[in-house]
Nanobody, 125 residues
């Protein structure tokens, strides 16, 4: 049974930073593409970042590029998302997702087969 458990969300001040973690189980993990998505109230779920199984390649949404870093520790079956210079527009539920195909970093959410329950990030102005 696959489980993805996010942590690290919470209330952050405008301009602040945070690090989200996602602990995975039931996956091969080291061969899976791991991604982060977010969904703000009234909006569709959107791609944030993803990383290949080896950790050598990453892809970012334009909205977070340059102020975010996705990384992974395959020994701990954990993927991380660090974000800086947060603004209220970053407020959303952040989801961890896994694509076991591992062939290419896709951005559409339907390409990802497994999802966590999400962690709320609220940026106060």
């Amino acid at each position: 049974q696959v489980q993805l458990v996010e942590s690290g969300g919470g209330l952050v001040q405008d301009g602040g930073s945070l690090r989200l973690s996602c602990a995975a189980s039931g996956l091969t993990f080291s061969s899976d593409i791991m991604g982060w998505f977010r969904q703000a109230p009234g909006k569709e779920r959107e791609f944030v970042a993803a990383i290949t199984g080896s950790g050598t390649l990453a892809r970012y949404a334009d909205s977070v590029k340059g102020r975010s870093t996705i990384s992974r520790d395959n020994a701990k079956n954990t993927v991380y998302l660090e974000m800086a210079r947060l603004t209220p527009q970053d407020t959303a539920v952040y989801y961890c997702a896994a694509d076991p195909s591992g062939r290419y970093i896709y951005t559409p959410s339907y390409q990802y087969h497994y999802w966590g329950q999400g962690t709320q990030v609220t940026v106060s102005s």
